[in-house]
């Protein structure tokens, strides 16, 4: 596994979602997390932000955000809109998205993640009572 993913998000959400990731697939070394604290604003967050990405060797950078129109999400948008086009940004994280990443570093493919987020939202007693039909 090659390339790198970037987790950002509000809070320390980024970090826990890489721990449930790591619970169920094993250490992760090319996950990164970039959290936005109480404390920080967008210039705090985009120099760590900055920091993170600076020694990637992959021209390509996934990032998963939690939250469209959110701080983390606004900035690295920033950062695509003022030329660095080697970012690929989505917004919406869950952990469906990032075992589907994982997932396709390990065999190689592309993927598709929004879609494979999308899936992950079932409504179970939606699904339960449509089995008893």
Do not use: C
Request: zero cysteines; a negative charge; charged letters at 25%.
């Amino acid at each position: 596994m090659a390339k790198d993913l970037v987790l950002i998000s509000h809070g320390r959400m980024a970090e826990e979602v890489k721990k449930s990731a790591e619970l169920i697939m094993g250490p992760q070394d090319h996950i990164h997390t970039v959290v936005l604290l109480p404390e920080e604003g967008p210039e705090d967050f985009e120099k760590k932000f900055n920091d993170t990405i600076k020694d990637f060797d992959e021209p390509d950078i996934t990032v998963f955000a939690d939250l469209m129109g959110g701080t983390p999400a606004n900035t690295v948008s920033r950062l695509i809109m003022s030329g660095n086009d080697k970012i690929h940004l989505i917004a919406g994280m869950n952990l469906a998205m990032v075992i589907e990443w994982l997932n396709s570093q390990m065999v190689g493919n592309d993927s598709d993640y929004v879609n494979a987020g999308k899936a992950g939202i079932v409504d179970i007693n939606q699904m339960l009572a449509s089995m008893k039909k």
